[in-house]
């Protein structure tokens, strides 16, 4: 039987996984810099390559150990796939390089930057922190019927699952 919920985390992997994994975009880096408001600037636009895949992999593990923490405060657990919960955490780390804030990754934004900076939306996102609904399905209370056992996952874990890139 397809239900709602079934159709939705179906959408929700395929909207993460063509952001992780499309060909030659480097996610949604190449976007955003071509069409770029000339009075903004990205965090890493004056990293290297080299620089800014540091600052992601240091980013990944701390959004890794913040999830974990959370996780465990909130009494919460992770979606029973762990690619969406790591395709998630891995895409948070990004915008914490590129925004400053781990902005929530599995939403459209006509203004990514202006969206961090007014915070409702940064992870965890204020739906999450007033009613335990999280969208992106990195925080699942126990009678969602996609939560799993596991209430942790390791850094290497995410970089496995979002596809190995920084």
Request: hydrophobic share 35%.
């Amino acid at each position: 039987m397809i239900s709602i919920r079934n159709i939705s985390l179906f959408l929700f992997a395929v909207i993460c996984t063509a952001n992780a994994f499309a060909p030659g975009l480097n996610s949604v880096r190449t976007f955003q810099s071509k069409h770029r408001g000339a009075l903004s600037m990205a965090k890493d636009d004056d990293m290297t390559e080299e620089e800014r895949e540091i600052a992601i992999d240091k980013a990944l593990k701390a959004m890794t150990a913040f999830s974990n923490k959370y996780l465990e405060n909130t009494c919460t657990k992770l979606c029973s796939d762990k690619s969406i919960p790591a395709v998630v955490i891995k895409g948070l780390a990004e915008h914490k390089v590129t925004l400053g804030a781990p902005l929530c990754p599995c939403r459209f934004y006509d203004d990514k930057e202006k969206e961090a900076k007014d915070g409702y939306w940064n992870c965890p996102c204020v739906p999450m922190r007033e009613r335990h609904e999280c969208h992106c399905m990195l925080f699942l209370t126990e009678d969602n019927d996609f939560a799993g056992e596991e209430t942790s996952i390791t850094a290497e874990e995410v970089q496995e699952l979002s596809g190995g890139m920084p």
